[in-house]
């Protein structure tokens, strides 16, 4: 039933792993999307992912790949995970690209020891 | 980028009060959302309103577009309203949201 979900809820994992979290909608939407949560709660946009168009927001460093293997699934993968990669991490979907509202995952919680 | 600043940054209410939340946004935007995050991490869609006026229940928003903010107004409050509001706006290619910082709301019975 639930319309954006996000696995695993928790990840706890070493430096220098690397790691993927999986999202899938049902929603039928066209556009998905990743967002980070931060320690002070605050989130910033990652990628967006459309028709196959994948728009990468300039801050997010290389090691952050998003992969989709279809318009219904957008999974990050990440390599050589750092100690600031700690963080919730998000997956949205919308309609479309253009200024459609955004539904949101439960988040993915990511510890690195 | 758009800057996005929401007040007050906390907030402690007893059960039954309103109250107004503000987001000033720095330009022009094309999508703008509220979400309630509430204590198990949850981020819950409130409105999409990049303009005019809406209202569920006790929660209503009213955007000012051409004024560049809007507000979430929260009546009656009750324990359950206890979280961390944002407010997210787009004006780029992509539909990426910019969030604000966020207001914590605690609301105590």
């Known amino acids: 039933d639930t319309a954006v979900s996000q696995t695993p809820k928790y990840l706890v994992t070493q430096m220098g792993n690397d790691k993927s979290i999986k999202c899938e909608q049902n929603?039928?939407?066209?556009?998905m999307y990743w967002y980070k949560q931060d320690s002070k709660k605050f989130l910033k946009i990652m990628f967006s992912y459309n028709n196959k168009e994948l728009i990468i927001n300039e801050t997010v460093p290389n090691r952050f790949s998003p992969k989709s293997p279809d318009k219904a699934h957008l999974n990050l993968h990440i390599n050589s995970l750092e100690l600031g990669d700690s963080a919730v991490y998000f997956c949205a979907s919308s309609q479309d690209a253009f200024n459609q509202p955004q539904h949101f995952g439960d988040g993915t919680r990511l510890s690195i020891l | 980028g758009i800057q996005v600043e929401q007040s007050p940054p906390d907030l402690i209410l007893q059960e039954g009060a309103n109250s107004t939340l503000r987001c000033n946004f720095s330009d022009s935007v094309n999508n703008l959302q509220w979400f309630h995050q509430n204590p198990w991490g949850q981020l819950i869609n409130l409105f999409y309103?990049?303009?005019g006026t809406k209202q569920n229940g006790r929660l209503s928003a009213t955007t000012v577009a051409t004024e560049r903010y809007s507000l979430l107004y929260i009546s009656s409050s009750q324990t359950t309203d206890s979280g961390v509001y944002f407010c997210?706006?787009?004006?780029?290619?992509?539909?990426?949201?910019?969030f604000g910082g966020g207001t914590r709301l605690m609301v105590k019975p």
């Open positions: 997210a706006v787009n004006n780029n290619a992509g539909n990426m949201l910019t």
């Open positions: 309103i990049p303009s």
């Open positions: 929603l039928g939407h066209d556009t």
